[in-house]
């Protein structure tokens, strides 16, 4: 697991549409995971956004050509699609709930408490360095757990790709971590009101297409299964190739009918890349890969298992995968198949 001052360096892979080409070093992190990462992200063709510890948690822009940095006073998970705003929370307190996701730093994440009214989701603006609660994890936990008697901590955040919504998990476990309970919480920045998917505590993965869908993977009559929710009306929802594919996964967006997701490894330690089509409920498979059982840890206190996370390229052409295929963790990039 990765440890304080622990580095990994941060840099950018020319791509000509057939091949990678050089390697360039940007700049390094201190502070990153084997699930997470650095939350390295693209703001705009030329900068990118990453978590770091420079005498505190923070997060950095860094040009990629003239290597400028600016640097942000708190971490981030995820950016908004016009790269103005950034979600954050406690990465000491995911770290201590969710070992294996956070980061070995202390950031004033209350640990002590379990539902504290001090940090929960927050919303950071990357144009004038500040930052603002949206719920608080008491606020979160009071309609649940009234006696707060549950540990609680938010985690997995995205924006909705017009900017009107945020979302993230709001979890919260018991003293043993394996015991936990899922919500997925949807917060509408212009009514400063939240609400959540009706889930039955259990989410795993999700992601947002550009029509204000939700593609989640979570629990429906008693099932969990991948569904479609039209987002502000959670109730108004469509179970997706129920038949077809039944696993959880990572789920990528390639447009607004159709996405990729993954499997984890069966009995032959194969993982599966699929492309499901969300309109016609049908499933094929885009390749398949091999997952050492070296890499699959079932120790939830030293977490460090390489799931496929796959990831589409913006114009749908490509798809990436992280994979330990032959004893080394690696990224891997391959074109869409056509027969797909």
Not at 148 to 168: A, L, P, W
Request: overall charge negative; aromatic content about 12%.
């Amino acid at each position: 697991m990765p440890k304080q001052n622990d580095s990994i360096e941060v840099g950018i892979f020319s791509f000509d549409g057939s091949s990678l080409g050089d390697y360039h070093i940007i700049s390094e992190s201190y502070a990153w995971n084997y699930h997470k990462g650095c939350r390295l992200q693209w703001l705009n063709d030329k900068q990118v956004i990453f978590n770091t510890f420079d005498n505190g948690l923070c997060s950095k822009i860094i040009d990629i050509d003239s290597l400028e940095e600016n640097e942000i006073r708190y971490p981030i998970d995820s950016v908004s699609h016009n790269a103005n705003y950034a979600t954050s929370f406690s990465y000491e307190r995911l770290q201590k709930f969710m070992p294996g996701y956070g980061y070995d730093y202390d950031d004033c994440g209350f640990c002590n408490e379990n539902a504290p009214k001090d940090t929960g989701l927050f919303l950071i603006d990357l144009k004038t360095n500040e930052r603002q609660m949206l719920p608080s994890l008491n606020q979160l936990s009071v309609d649940i757990d009234p006696q707060f008697e549950k540990q609680h901590y938010v985690t997995h955040s995205e924006f909705s790709r017009d900017g009107r919504f945020v979302s993230c998990l709001h979890r919260y476990i018991t003293d043993d971590i394996e015991n936990r309970w899922t919500r997925l919480v949807v917060f509408n920045l212009e009514t400063r009101k939240y609400f959540f998917l009706p889930s039955q505590v259990m989410v795993s993965h999700y992601v947002w297409n550009s029509i204000n869908q939700i593609i989640a993977y979570c629990r429906i009559d008693g099932i969990d299964r991948h569904v479609v929710f039209n987002i502000p009306d959670v109730d108004d929802y469509k179970i997706v190739a129920q038949n077809a594919i039944n696993s959880d996964g990572h789920q990528s967006v390639i447009d607004d009918n159709m996405f990729v997701t993954d499997t984890y490894p069966d009995k032959y330690r194969m993982n599966s890349i699929v492309k499901v089509d969300i309109l016609n409920d049908t499933v094929k498979q885009i390749c398949t890969v091999y997952s050492p059982k070296t890499f699959q840890t079932k120790n939830s206190y030293k977490h460090i298992a390489c799931d496929l996370h796959p990831r589409c390229s913006s114009d749908g052409r490509y798809v990436c995968f992280d994979s330990p295929r032959t004893g080394k963790r690696a990224v891997y990039v391959m074109k869409m198949p056509d027969n797909c």
